[in-house]
């Protein structure tokens, strides 16, 4: 699966963003998708994820309650929705797809946001 991933550039705190990753593939063909994003100097750590059968979501707990992650099955695309973003909410945000019974995770191209304070 190629992913193709959109939407970061720079924002003021307190404002919102929206992140798009275009799959090569049909959901049909996906288990599981998300986001991550790393820091400079951090690890990579789980923004949201999101089962595309079930629709089941989880996020990380400090965006809990600001981002929501969506799914549009016909368009083979994730959105990551970020409201009242903070500074910290400043990395590179990376998309990825689970393909269980393949056991292959593909990623996509980071997409950098910047969160001006």
């Known amino acids: 699966v190629q992913l193709q991933a959109s939407g970061g550039g720079l924002v003021q705190a307190g404002g919102s963003l929206r992140l798009s990753c275009a799959a090569s593939r049909s959901f049909s063909a996906i288990d599981d998708t998300g986001w991550y994003r790393q820091a400079p100097d951090n690890e990579r750590e789980l923004v949201a994820r999101?089962?595309?059968?079930?629709?089941?979501?989880d996020y990380g707990d400090s965006v809990k309650g600001r981002f929501t992650i969506s799914r549009d099955g016909d368009k083979y695309t994730v959105y990551l929705q970020m409201n009242r973003v903070k500074p910290e909410d400043t990395a590179a945000y990376y998309c990825y797809a689970d393909q269980i019974q393949n056991n292959v995770r593909s990623w996509g191209q980071g997409t950098l946001v910047t969160v001006s304070s």
């Open positions: 999101i089962n595309t059968h079930s629709g089941t979501t």
